[in-house]
């Protein structure tokens, strides 16, 4: 695959300037800080193809589901993440001509996203008419310190010529969404005002009635020395600007640094954004940009000194492990329990940047090691904060007795998904969150949670289940009929493999619970139930081998492997027709080998071998949660050049653009499995019991893999050679095992294993 920037260890580098690969760009380049975040669009004016995209944690509008059948139980919306007040801009005319990249003659063009230091940094040079040639940077953060901030520096220079210059500063909150239809506004003014030097704009989304404010203060300086000007004011209904002339002379740099505060009514009161969004960019002004940077640089060494994965030998793996590790911290934090993660973050529109099964069952593996033990139990705790709404989702379904459905999209607990197989077949969410919670307890041993939390999640999810199955006569076992497993190129089948496990591993579990925190929770008859069920529960099996049946009728299907399939038709969900889709083998991403992954100590290496054989090859991998699931399971079975071309796959997937979709937004919530595809994977760390178990098996180019996870809240250092292995141990006494062998390490002290 070929790259699309330079290969940087901490950078994404783009060095010339390509309007087809605009969009792309956007998304790739872009910033967050968890609460706020905006693609890589020009500040100033671009009449190109662009997707003007700010977007805000938590803000969403439910845009009306129309359905043309059976209405019974259909979400009532579908959740949006709205395009909101455009922050950045700041357009430039100079001797009356507007600058336009699309328009005019770029000499030199480079765009930098400083992973580091979590800036995005452009310098153009232009060539104007009569060879006026003229320089613009640009730096732009949005800070990880005070996440209400964000800054734009932009400084002109004219390299040989003098002229008259106009520019104009702006907050425009008159902003659409992509897929909106007839360009449908979803917000609503709310307030605006201008002075010299400064403004805000207030809107509020219509039906929902969330509040935002943005308000601007800015500086101009000539060679970093301010400088007077008269600005002429405009303060109309979602708008605000001020705009000024000035005479420029050849070889000065004039700057204007634009500070922004931003707040919404999420976490305020209605009446107090406004204030909190003009105090937020007055006090920013009053610190300085340099004061800011520092601080915003600051916040992320801080992060990179725990979460940082450092590959020797391999700096292509290099800038792409960063890369995710930059855009998942990026989009969440865990210092806001009504914020969870958006398959997009705040990269792009698509998905409605709502919850998915994607946060259980990648990211907060993630975060359960690179973070404190608090900001998995908020990602919990978000679904249990929800559980009445899953109870009553189910309830519309026709299910009772708190059996709860947990929606496979979600902003507020309600399900807001518009596809029907989606929305009503994708059951098997509801074990990823009870896996989530299986996971949470084998890492923190917090017992607390289970008994304060966990166990209603647990119980209502099994009830769920115990109703969902159904007994077959002829089968004489549990079966359960009309779903869609994680290969969602199948829709409607019988006895998806997976759902089946899952839900009998589900109903176990939290029996399991139940006995070990001696619970009542549930009656005598619903226990036998659910005892029944677990012991004939039917688990499709491919006769005479160890293969698991994807589901009823899955060899009734032609059997191809996905290279036949000719390459200018890949990747086949752009080029074929849902009908050909659905009757074809080919499976979108890990269904069968999701569940081996889950739970692989309850296969032997002969089975995990023969499935991983015979489904890979039938895997399009088209969609983004496929490789790292793949790569790990590779890895395991000792298939190092297949585990390193998918771990390329996963971790490059939007860099490199694999799935031709970058300019949609990036996948933010499989980046996590790209992170599980180095340290499950390569580093063959496993948590079980609360105790680390390490067997690594690097790919033959990396020479060393450095990183550090959290036990219990310990940090552990680990890097590994082809030689063997270091641990470093924290502030409390550690036990690992490798292979078979248990060592020890006492608190601030090391020990070295030897291959």
């Known amino acids: 695959m070929k790259n699309l920037f330079e290969i940087d260890e901490w950078k994404i580098i783009q060095d010339h300037f390509d309007p087809s690969k605009q969009l792309q760009a956007e998304s790739i380049f872009s910033i967050g800080n968890g609460a706020f975040g905006q693609r890589a669009n020009f500040e100033e004016f671009y009449s190109g193809k662009t997707l003007q995209g700010s977007y805000l944690g938590g803000i969403y509008y439910p845009d009306k589901t129309k359905v043309g059948w059976w209405k019974n139980g259909y979400p009532e919306y579908f959740a949006k993440v709205l395009n909101s007040c455009n922050w950045i801009g700041i357009d430039f005319w100079i001797n009356g001509k507007q600058l336009d990249l699309h328009k005019q003659k770029v000499i030199h063009f480079q765009r930098q996203l400083d992973m580091k230091n979590g800036t995005l940094q452009r310098t153009v040079t232009l060539n104007l008419e009569n060879d006026k040639k003229v320089k613009l940077d640009f730096i732009r953060f ?11 520096k932009t400084t002109i220079t004219p390299l040989n010529f003098n002229a008259k210059l106009n520019t104009n500063v702006y907050l425009n909150g008159k902003v659409f969404n992509n897929d909106a239809n007839y360009d449908e506004l979803f917000w609503d003014n709310e307030h605006t005002n201008a002075y010299a030097f400064k403004g805000t704009v207030c809107t509020s989304t219509k039906k929902t009635k969330f509040i935002q404010s943005t308000a601007m203060e800015f500086l101009v300086d000539k060679d970093d020395s301010p400088i007077a000007i008269d600005p ?12 000024f002339e000035i005479n420029i002379e050849q ?10 505060g931003i707040s919404t009514n999420l976490n305020n009161p209605d009446e107090k954004t406004i204030n909190n969004a003009e ?20 916040a992320w060494n801080d992060i990179w000194k725990n979460a940082d994965v450092k590959i020797s030998g391999d700096v292509a793996a290099q800038q792409a492990i960063r890369f995710n590790i930059f855009q998942l911290y990026q989009t969440y934090t865990g210092e806001n329990e009504k914020l969870n993660i958006g398959p997009k973050g705040f990269t792009g529109e698509k998905y409605g940047g709502a919850t998915y099964w994607d946060t259980e069952a990648y990211c907060l593996p993630f975060y359960l090691k690179t973070s404190h033990s608090s900001v998995a139990k908020q990602l919990l705790k978000y679904r249990y904060n929800q559980l009445n709404k899953a109870i009553e989702n189910a309830e519309k379904l026709g299910f009772k007795n708190g059996a709860a459905l947990f929606p496979m999209v979600t902003m507020n607990g309600e399900e807001c998904h518009n596809e029907w197989e989606i929305t009503f077949e994708e059951i098997h969410r509801n074990g990823a969150i009870a896996y989530a919670i299986y996971n949470y307890l084998e890492h923190t041993g917090d017992k607390d949670y289970i008994i304060n939390y966990g166990i209603e999640v647990l119980v209502a999810i099994s009830r769920f289940w115990a109703q969902r199955f159904n007994w077959s006569e002829d089968k004489k076992a549990y079966v359960m009929l009309g779903v869609t497993g994680p290969n969602e190129y199948e829709n409607n089948v019988n006895n998806n493999w997976y759902t089946n496990f899952i839900a009998k591993w589900c109903l176990s579990y939290t029996m399991d619970c139940i006995n070990e925190i001696d619970s009542n929770i549930i009656g005598t008859d619903e226990k036998k139930l659910w005892e029944k069920i677990i012991n004939n529960t039917y688990l499709p099996q491919i006769s005479s081998s160890n293969i698991f049946l994807q589901q009823d009728g899955f060899l009734d299907k032609e059997q191809l492997n996905a290279n036949d399939i000719n390459s200018d038709e890949r990747p086949i969900n752009q080029h074929w027709s849902w009908d050909r889709i659905l009757r074809s083998i080919f499976i979108k991403q890990a269904d069968v080998l999701q569940g081996l992954y889950f739970f692989e100590d309850q296969f032997s290496i002969e089975e995990l071998k023969e499935n991983f054989e015979f489904y890979e090859p039938k895997t399009v991998h088209e969609s983004s949660l496929s490789p790292c699931i793949h790569s790990i399971l590779a890895t395991r079975l000792n298939k190092m050049d297949k585990a390193y071309e998918l771990y390329l796959r996963t971790s490059r997937l939007d860099l490199d653009d694999y799935n031709h979709e970058a300019d949609e937004g990036l996948h933010i919530t499989s980046m996590a499995g790209t992170w599980l595809a180095v340290i499950e994977g390569f580093a063959g760390v496993r948590i079980k019991n609360q105790m680390l178990h390490i067997n690594p098996n690097l790919p033959k180019n990396w020479d060393n893999l450095y990183f550090k996870i959290m036990i219990k809240n310990n940090p552990i250092t680990i890097e590994i050679n082809s030689l063997g292995f270091k641990i470093k141990n924290g502030s409390t006494a550690l036990k690992f095992q490798h292979k078979k062998d248990t060592y020890s390490i006492e608190p601030e002290k090391s020990t070295t294993i030897q291959f």
């Open 232 to 243: 002429i004011i405009k303060c109309e209904p979602f708008y605000v600007s001020n705009e």
């Open 251 to 260: 070889g000065h740099s004039y700057s204007i640094t634009k500070f922004v």
């Open 142 to 152: 949005c800070s990880m310190d005070n996440k209400s901030i964000g800054i734009v």
């Open 279 to 298: 105090e937020a960019a007055a006090n920013g002004k009053k610190e300085g940009f340099q004061s800011l940077l520092s601080s915003h640089k600051k």
